[in-house]
């Protein structure tokens, strides 16, 4: 594993892209099912699909006709014969022809973003009407199935340190790597079990919750049970501190009490060599099968997106909880389309489908609690939309995954986009 050094992580200034991403304010649609008993949250216990409505045309130069919701197909134009697909000029579309894009961290600012391809390893700063760059490289990587570089986290601290938090798989296990400016990434925690096969449940969403440690969700391995099994790191949420050590037992997501029931048994894998502490007590929650979406859900705490019976679910993760048991906060019937990935602002909680093609939105009150319907986003606008980060002034920000032998790829997919109010992409999205 190296880190490229031909430079520090750029900070563009970029006015324009700015003023497009801080104008930007969400619009929503679609619809799904809830739990009745949501924490801290009040649920209408039934709500229907609703059209697409813009809400401000004037916060970027895109139509403002409504996509249609029977239709995958793109409704935007096709760019100019001149165009190249690579460099497109829709503000939405942040970068294009990226290989297998997957991890996804919204820079401070909210203008630009590190964006990780899961097949090659690569780390690039992408932002708007800018040439994406290298800021640094994961090798030793096995990508087949699902795996490789997953996902991506900044440090708490990123503004001062700079440090970047990778989950990767390589041929033996799955691991959290810290990568420094100028330094090759560091294993920091290591023997996560690691699945084989096209579906390799190898889980990789990893996320710093408001109580500033480090929450990684791993899949089960396509081992039936293991998120059971307390002598298994699989199928897990599991707890660490920024050195990748098991955070301090005791404590819920938001640091207010509680405690952590102590893990028993022999993980299946070594710890990081020099590791003093039993790997298993960062294990925090357990019950997972395959996890998709890991999201902060403000001062409560971090959500998990896992597959559950005949639905996607989003649930709250608690100290010692059995996820697959836990109330959802959100329930996707894969009948609709299903989950993937999730992301919470002050203005929604989001979710991506990639059957669907589609992010489904619930706008959120002043209380905390959701308010009015659900809505959808970009529909069929940008093809399969997979990760999903929260960026400033209630934009949302997605990779797409058309070529992943699922889609149907277009010359500029792979792609990170913006998704902004009026919900239907740029001028010239997909062709």
Same mark, same amino acid.
């Given at each position: 594993?190296?880190?490229?050094?031909?430079?520090?992580?750029?900070?563009?200034?970029? %006015?324009?892209?700015?003023?497009?991403?801080?104008?930007?304010?969400?619009?929503?649609?679609?619809?799904?099912?809830?739990?009745?008993? =949501?924490?801290?949250?009040?649920?209408?216990?039934? /709500?229907?699909?609703?059209?697409?409505?813009?809400?401000?045309?004037?916060?970027?130069?895109?139509?403002?006709?409504?996509?249609?919701?029977?239709?995958?197909?793109?409704?935007?134009?096709?760019?100019?014969?001149?165009?190249?697909?690579?460099?497109?000029?829709?503000?939405?579309?942040?970068?294009?022809?990226?290989?297998?894009?997957?991890?996804?961290?919204?820079?401070?600012?909210?203008?630009?973003?590190?964006?990780?391809?899961?097949?090659?390893?690569? !780390?690039?700063? *992408?932002?708007?009407?800018?040439?994406?760059?290298? *800021?640094?490289?994961?090798?030793?990587?096995?990508? $087949?199935?699902?795996?490789?570089? #997953?996902?991506?986290?900044?440090?708490?601290?990123?503004?001062?340190?700079?440090?970047?938090?990778?989950?990767?798989?390589?041929?033996?296990?799955?691991?959290? *790597? %810290?990568?420094?400016?100028?330094?090759? =990434?560091?294993?920091?925690?290591?023997? !996560?079990?690691?699945?084989?096969?096209?579906?390799?449940?190898?889980?990789? %969403?990893?996320?710093?919750?408001?109580?500033?440690?480090?929450?990684?969700?791993?899949?089960?391995?396509?081992?039936?049970?293991?998120?059971?099994?307390?002598?298994?790191?699989?199928?897990?949420? /599991?707890?660490?501190?920024?050195?990748?050590?098991?955070?301090?037992?005791?404590? $819920?997501?938001?640091?207010?009490?509680?405690?952590?029931? =102590?893990?028993?048994?022999?993980?299946?894998?070594?710890?990081?060599?020099?590791?003093?502490?039993?790997?298993?007590?960062?294990?925090?929650?357990?019950?997972?099968?395959?996890?998709?979406?890991?999201? &902060?859900?403000?001062?409560?705490?971090?959500?998990?997106?896992?597959?559950?019976?005949?639905?996607?679910? #989003?649930?709250?993760?608690?100290?010692?909880?059995?996820?697959?048991?836990?109330?959802?906060?959100?329930?996707? =019937?894969?009948?609709?389309?299903?989950?993937?990935?999730?992301?919470?602002?002050?203005?929604?909680?989001?979710?991506?489908?990639?059957?669907?093609?589609? *992010?489904? &939105?619930?706008? #959120?009150?002043?209380?905390?609690?959701?308010?009015?319907?659900?809505?959808?986003?970009?529909?069929? $606008?940008?093809?399969?939309? #997979?990760? /999903?980060?929260?960026?400033?002034?209630?934009?949302?920000?997605?990779?797409?995954?058309?070529?992943?032998?699922?889609?149907?790829?277009?010359?500029?997919?792979?792609?990170?986009?913006?998704?902004?109010?009026?919900?239907?992409?740029?001028?010239?999205?997909?062709?």
């Amino acid at each position: 594993m190296e880190q490229v050094t031909d430079g520090p992580l750029r900070r563009p200034v970029l %006015r324009r892209a700015a003023a497009l991403l801080s104008a930007a304010a969400v619009t929503l649609v679609g619809c799904a099912d809830f739990s009745t008993e =949501p924490p801290e949250a009040t649920i209408q216990p039934s /709500l229907s699909a609703a059209a697409m409505y813009p809400q401000d045309e004037t916060a970027f130069p895109i139509p403002t006709t409504p996509a249609s919701p029977s239709s995958g197909a793109s409704t935007v134009p096709s760019p100019s014969a001149a165009e190249d697909p690579c460099r497109p000029s829709d503000p939405t579309i942040i970068a294009a022809c990226l290989d297998a894009p997957w991890g996804l961290a919204v820079l401070p600012g909210g203008v630009s973003a590190l964006v990780g391809e899961r097949t090659t390893g690569r !780390i690039l700063e *992408v932002a708007p009407q800018t040439e994406p760059v290298e *800021v640094a490289r994961v090798d030793g990587l096995d990508a $087949t199935g699902d795996g490789g570089l #997953l996902g991506l986290a900044l440090s708490p601290h990123y503004a001062e340190d700079g440090l970047v938090y990778a989950y990767v798989t390589t041929p033996t296990d799955n691991r959290i *790597v %810290r990568i420094a400016r100028g330094d090759v =990434p560091k294993d920091i925690f290591t023997g !996560i079990p690691r699945g084989t096969g096209t579906d390799g449940h190898n889980g990789g %969403r990893i996320e710093f919750g408001a109580d500033g440690h480090l929450y990684v969700a791993t899949g089960d391995a396509g081992i039936p049970g293991a998120g059971d099994d307390p002598a298994s790191l699989a199928g897990k949420v /599991l707890r660490l501190d920024e050195f990748g050590m098991p955070a301090p037992a005791g404590g $819920t997501p938001d640091g207010t009490g509680g405690s952590v029931p =102590p893990a028993t048994g022999t993980p299946t894998a070594a710890p990081v060599p020099g590791a003093a502490t039993d790997p298993l007590t960062a294990v925090y929650a357990h019950g997972l099968t395959d996890p998709t979406g890991l999201c &902060a859900l403000g001062d409560t705490g971090v959500g998990v997106v896992d597959r559950l019976g005949t639905a996607d679910v #989003l649930a709250p993760v608690t100290a010692g909880a059995d996820l697959s048991a836990t109330p959802a906060i959100w329930s996707f =019937p894969v009948t609709d389309g299903g989950a993937v990935d999730c992301a919470r602002n002050d203005v929604v909680l989001a979710a991506t489908s990639l059957d669907q093609e589609l *992010v489904t &939105a619930l706008g #959120l009150g002043p209380d905390g609690g959701f308010t009015g319907r659900p809505e959808q986003l970009a529909k069929g $606008t940008y093809g399969r939309l #997979l990760s /999903l980060e929260a960026g400033t002034e209630g934009v949302l920000w997605a990779t797409t995954a058309n070529r992943d032998g699922n889609g149907e790829p277009q010359p500029r997919d792979d792609m990170v986009v913006v998704i902004p109010s009026g919900g239907g992409g740029g001028g010239d999205g997909r062709d």
